[in-house]
């Protein structure tokens, strides 16, 4: 199986020059990529992407904190396009499991994308609320979890396992830290990884020898310690 990648953005300058590239298959974004890239209103920068990202699928995320809201915001960013998904939390900023959420828009048929994942039994809750017909994507935060000392690997092999029941769910690698998490997600057979602009670009570049490595780092030092007029 080949592990897509999506790529990671707001930025409605990078979307038009990653939309061209053959690798990257679809984008995620979120409300705080969102207010990096200078969103003033969320619907319409939302739809200004649209304009460009027409073909590949695109998720954009709903920021209420209880079932009202979510339902409210996902039924409209629903309706932006047909290749929407509609990004909801597993849990609300109390901790409460969005189950209902989950569990009411897969019903309607409504293409989802949950994210803030971590755990192998929180895919496990996901997929007691779900269908076998919608799409829906799992999006497991391996990066935030590296950063508090946590293996990732274990969660998702879990998660890719109880997955394989639904042709339906595809597990995303998400919160990518390195251009190697690339080749780890691939090792999984994870179905996803959403990947910022930068690692993208070390991505395309992959296959240097390690002797070729070795000489590039030695020439950056030397130009630099040059640049820098250093003298010892």
């Known amino acids: 199986m080949t592990t897509k990648i999506y790529c990671d953005i707001a930025d409605i300058s990078l979307i038009k020059k990653f939309y061209k590239k053959k690798i990257v298959k679809g984008f995620t ?7 990096k890239a200078g969103a003033k209103n969320y619907t319409s920068y939302c ?25 409210n915001q996902a039924l409209k960013i629903n309706k932006w396009g047909n290749n929407v998904y509609v990004k909801v939390p ?33 895919t496990e809750n996901i997929l007691k609320k779900i269908d076998y017909k919608t799409n829906v994507i799992i999006s497991i935060f391996a990066g935030r979890a590296g950063d508090a000392g946590r293996d990732p690997i274990p969660e998702l092999r879990k998660s890719l396992l109880m997955a394989k ?19 780890q997600a691939k090792q999984l ?11 993208i670009e070390v991505i395309e570049n992959f296959g240097k020898t390690f002797k070729t490595l070795s000489k590039e780092t030695v020439k950056n030092f030397l130009i630099d310690s040059k640049k820098s007029k250093f003298k010892i």
């Open 165 to 183: 029941k639904y042709k339906n769910v595809k597990i995303l690698w998400a919160s990518v830290r390195e251009a190697y998490n690339f080749i």
């Open 189 to 199: 057979n994870c179905h996803l990884i959403t990947i910022p602009p930068n690692l």
């Open 90 to 122: 597993v849990i609300n900023s109390r901790g409460e499991f969005m189950g209902k959420v989950i569990h009411d828009l897969n019903r309607k048929k409504i293409k989802i994308n949950i994210t803030a994942v971590y755990t192998a039994k929180q």
């Open 29 to 35: 974004t979120n409300p705080s990529l969102m207010k």
């Open 47 to 71: 739809k200004k992407i649209l304009k460009i990202c027409r073909n590949k699928p695109i998720s954009f995320e709903v920021f209420g904190d209880n079932y009202k809201s979510m339902i």
